[in-house]
């Protein structure tokens, strides 16, 4: 096996009987999202194509597919890079985040019936227990930015009833996994997530709009500092990622987004 199919992982070469188009695109993004392809790395399309055993043209077919999916950048006469994210983009995505989450709370104390954020709490609960159970046998939870606790966040935007809210805040997230792919979850940033998401919750069963979106804009704030500090940013360095609430904060723990 090639070093990029060691990295990558087993089923990293292109094997006969089966779409080499497709193939070639699933083993690309898996050698981005591993970071095998490292953000901000040059794509050699002829090392790249003979290590994983296939012609230019599906490989070049997988780098536009990957490309408007986000994970890669085409620079004109240059070629495919891995995207990699300044801090003033994931701020301004973060920001984005937070308006639209902070709308679609209010929205959802508005118009979610009992059940809806029952079943709200129900999944928070699940979501809660499973990492208490990964805690307690050794294990921890997939690496990656993209967990269950995010689920809480979609799910949440979901009850507003607004498609355009919820789509909007789907392409967001979809950003932040994007540019968190290669960094590692805290387990105390973890449990400190769990319980901001059932304050915030006890607070929208109350229908109390004040409380929940304080609570959650709290919330949201740290979490955006909190991701620049595990990307190796100092969040003081960057007045704009401190709302009032949370200025000068000393909570910043390593965080899932």
Partial sequence: MNAYAEQAGSSSVVQRGATVSRQTESILREMVLNGTLA?????????????????????????????????????????????????????????????????????????????????????????????EEARAGGGTPAPGPYVAELDFHQRMVSLSENSAIV??????????????????????????????????????????????????????EISMQNTLAVLGLDPLEYPQAHGPAVHGSKNVLKTEV
């Fill in 167 to 220: 789509a909007a805040s789907l392409e967001v997230n979809h950003r932040l996994f994007l540019a968190l792919t290669h960094t590692e979850r805290s387990q105390v940033r973890r449990q400190h997530s769990s319980s901001e998401h059932q304050e915030v919750l006890v607070a929208v069963r109350r229908r109390d709009t004040a409380t929940a979106t304080a609570l959650l804009e709290d919330h949201l």
């Fill in 39 to 131: 953000p901000g790395e040059r794509l050699n399309e002829v090392t790249i194509a003979d290590r994983l055993g296939v012609s230019r043209g599906p490989l070049r077919e997988a780098i536009q597919k990957l490309a408007g999916e986000g994970l890669l950048q085409l620079e004109s006469h240059r070629g495919a890079f891995v995207r990699k994210y300044e801090p003033r983009e994931i701020i301004e995505t973060y920001e984005m985040r937070i308006a639209l989450e902070l709308y679609a709370v209010r929205l959802v104390i508005e118009r979610a019936s009992d059940d809806d954020l029952e079943a709200l709490g129900i999944l928070l609960a699940e979501s809660s227990a499973a990492a």
